[in-house]
């Protein structure tokens, strides 16, 4: 089971981003929730077409609290969860693993730090995660962050922030985050990661 | 003929507004003095300018997600709190101005206030609560997220750590942010990351004996900072050093 949390909705717009990154016109501005759930859309399509099962923490822009997107993922019992975001600011593909310590599992793990056990597989997520983007030809970021719905996953998690693709002065975007085309690779590339993933986690 | 009871009428009114006249009077005196005594109660020395001193800044960058340290000649006060306040200052000047690499409009108004304090528990600082900052052991030579090089994902090597005890005379530096500078700092995952990451880590060059930090806006706590960065934690500023 793979786990997409396509980040805010609903009541919780998210960044604005403003055009050409988005969609509508220079001038005007859309919201983060916009973008996390058509790739995280465009993404199940992938997964499930290969056989992957998927949960989602929503369909639709509707408001989910952040507890809940992490009761989800740990309901599932996941393999592998992303939490998709969207940026206007840097470049390429941001990957964040969480940056609470590492620990051994506990019969009892404190909510806000459940991640702690699983926290090296995250990295290990992250690294194939990588290897894939750059594969695809995309520029990848790495980082560690507390964010709270993924500090509470016991689950393999990794936040992707999705950002304008630029040049290589870092500044002029060649590909904005409505780019058809820019969303299928990134898809892709995620997808043939969680492929990855999944078959070596089969692997005794 | 004016008839009586106008006259009285009229006498009465001007007596009245006589009378109102000189209540008025008498309070604008009252508020005065309350002025004068407040103007005396005031700290009358004079600010005294602080010999320029070197501080290192670590800097964010949003194009490629690194913290690049640089020294900036800077008159900074001896007291902690306010050396802490200074260089925070002149960091987020950095971000305000037109060709910043990491924009965050606000400047340095944008620290209330830093406060000092000791660590209150040893073990407070190793429980469940406390967070990296960030590690910079992600990316390649320089501080700060970076980008991996192909062929060295190292990501799997991170061995689990236990958080290291504080040093005695540890101190957690409690960084009061505006209202204004969370409303208008950019969302997003990274843009949030390095700004908290840069305040760690602009804490720790600077001031050593810091080794963990919380933030506040406008004295209170907040969940995050834009949207994504979670400012419920306490921050340890040895993750955000800058890798040797």
């Given at each position: 089971?793979?786990?997409?949390?396509?980040?805010?909705?609903?009541?919780?717009?998210?960044?604005?981003?403003?055009?050409?990154?988005?969609?509508?016109?220079?001038?005007?501005?859309?919201?983060?929730?916009?973008?996390?759930?058509?790739?995280?859309?465009?993404?199940?399509?992938?997964?499930?077409?290969?056989?992957?099962?998927?949960?989602?923490?929503?369909?639709?822009?509707?408001?989910?609290?952040?507890?809940?997107?992490?009761?989800?993922?740990?309901?599932?019992?996941?393999?592998?969860c992303l939490s998709l975001h969207a940026a206007e600011s840097g470049s390429g593909i941001h990957l964040f693993v969480s940056s609470v310590a590492p620990a051994e599992p506990e019969?009892?793990?404190?909510?806000?730090?459940?991640?702690?056990?699983?926290?090296?597989?995250?990295?290990?997520?992250?690294?194939?995660?990588?290897?894939?983007?750059?594969?695809?030809?995309?520029?990848?970021?790495?980082?560690?962050?507390?964010?709270?719905?993924?500090?509470?996953?016991?689950?393999?998690?990794?936040?992707?922030?999705?950002?304008?693709?630029?040049?290589?002065?870092?500044?002029?975007?060649?590909?904005?985050?409505?780019?058809?085309?820019?969303?299928?690779?990134?898809?892709?590339?995620?997808?043939?990661?969680?492929?990855?993933?999944?078959?070596?986690?089969?692997?005794? | 003929?004016?008839?009586?009871?106008?006259?009285?009428?009229?006498?009465?009114?001007?007596?009245?507004?006589?009378?109102?006249?000189?209540?008025?009077?008498?309070?604008?005196?009252?508020?005065?003095?309350?002025?004068?005594?407040?103007?005396?109660?005031?700290?009358?020395?004079?600010?005294?300018?602080?010999?320029?001193?070197?501080?290192?800044?670590?800097?964010?960058?949003?194009?490629?997600?690194?913290?690049?340290?640089?020294?900036?000649?800077?008159?900074?006060?001896?007291?902690?709190?306010?050396?802490?306040?200074?260089?925070?200052?002149?960091?987020?000047?950095?971000?305000?101005?037109?060709?910043?690499?990491?924009?965050?409009?606000?400047?340095?108004?944008?620290?209330?206030?830093?406060?000092?304090?000791?660590?209150?528990?040893?073990?407070?600082?190793?429980?469940?609560?406390?967070?990296?900052?960030?590690?910079?052991?992600?990316?390649?030579?320089?501080?700060?997220l970076g980008h991996p090089r192909p062929g060295e994902p190292d990501l799997a090597t991170t061995e689990p750590r236990e958080p290291s005890p504080q040093p005695p005379g540890s101190?957690?530096?409690?960084?009061?942010?505006?209202?204004?500078?969370?409303?208008?700092?950019?969302?997003?995952?990274?843009?949030?990351?390095?700004?908290?990451?840069?305040?760690?880590?602009?804490?720790?060059?600077?001031?050593?004996?810091?080794?963990?930090?919380?933030?506040?806006?406008?004295?209170?706590?907040?969940?995050?900072?834009?949207?994504?960065?979670?400012?419920?934690?306490?921050?340890?500023?040895?993750?955000?050093?800058?890798?040797?």
């Amino acid at each position: 089971v793979v786990v997409l949390d396509a980040a805010h909705g609903g009541d919780d717009p998210g960044a604005r981003i403003k055009g050409p990154a988005g969609h509508g016109p220079e001038g005007q501005s859309q919201a983060e929730k916009t973008f996390t759930l058509a790739l995280s859309v465009r993404l199940r399509s992938l997964l499930t077409a290969r056989g992957i099962q998927v949960v989602t923490t929503r369909e639709s822009d509707t408001t989910v609290d952040l507890n809940r997107r992490a009761e989800v993922a740990n309901h599932a019992n996941a393999r592998a969860c992303l939490s998709l975001h969207a940026a206007e600011s840097g470049s390429g593909i941001h990957l964040f693993v969480s940056s609470v310590a590492p620990a051994e599992p506990e019969r009892f793990a404190a909510w806000k730090t459940a991640q702690a056990t699983s926290v090296t597989r995250s990295l290990a997520l992250a690294g194939m995660l990588n290897s894939a983007l750059l594969h695809a030809g995309l520029a990848v970021t790495l980082g560690r962050t507390a964010l709270p719905a993924v500090d509470s996953m016991t689950c393999p998690a990794v936040a992707v922030e999705m950002a304008p693709e630029r040049g290589p002065d870092k500044k002029m975007v060649t590909a904005g985050l409505g780019n058809a085309d820019y969303q299928a690779r990134v898809a892709g590339a995620l997808a043939a990661a969680l492929l990855e993933w999944q078959s070596e986690a089969r692997q005794p | 003929v004016i008839p009586r009871y106008q006259t009285v009428v009229f006498s009465v009114l001007l007596v009245v507004s006589i009378v109102m006249g000189v209540v008025l009077w008498q309070l604008r005196e009252r508020a005065h003095q309350r002025l004068l005594a407040g103007e005396e109660s005031t700290p009358t020395q004079a600010p005294e300018v602080a010999p320029a001193e070197n501080a290192t800044l670590l800097v964010a960058n949003d194009s490629d997600g690194s913290l690049l340290a640089q020294v900036q000649s800077l008159p900074l006060p001896q007291d902690p709190g306010a050396r802490a306040r200074v260089v925070l200052g002149k960091l987020l000047d950095l971000y305000a101005a037109p060709d910043a690499n990491h924009p965050v409009p606000g400047g340095a108004a944008s620290i209330a206030q830093v406060f000092l304090l000791p660590v209150p528990d040893q073990n407070a600082a190793s429980n469940s609560s406390t967070f990296a900052a960030g590690r910079p052991t992600l990316g390649n030579s320089k501080t700060g997220l970076g980008h991996p090089r192909p062929g060295e994902p190292d990501l799997a090597t991170t061995e689990p750590r236990e958080p290291s005890p504080q040093p005695p005379g540890s101190q957690l530096a409690v960084v009061n942010l505006t209202g204004a500078f969370a409303a208008n700092h950019p969302s997003g995952l990274e843009t949030e990351t390095l700004t908290v990451l840069s305040i760690c880590g602009t804490l720790r060059a600077n001031l050593p004996s810091v080794t963990q930090v919380r933030f506040l806006v406008d004295g209170q706590q907040r969940a995050t900072l834009a949207g994504h960065a979670d400012l419920t934690r306490i921050y340890l500023t040895a993750d955000a050093a800058p890798q040797q």
